[in-house]
């Protein structure tokens, strides 16, 4: 069970990073 959750904090981290990334290419795009 523990490390299901960790597996789960690890994606959300790895997704909010994303789009973030995401986010400033779409501004320097602009």
């Given at each position: 069970?523990?490390?299901k959750a960790e597996?789960?904090?690890?994606s959300t981290v790895k997704t909010s990073?994303?789009?973030r990334?995401?986010?400033m290419t779409r501004k320097?795009?602009?």
């Open positions: 069970m523990g490390q597996e789960q904090r690890v990073t994303f789009t990334d995401m986010n320097l795009s602009e």
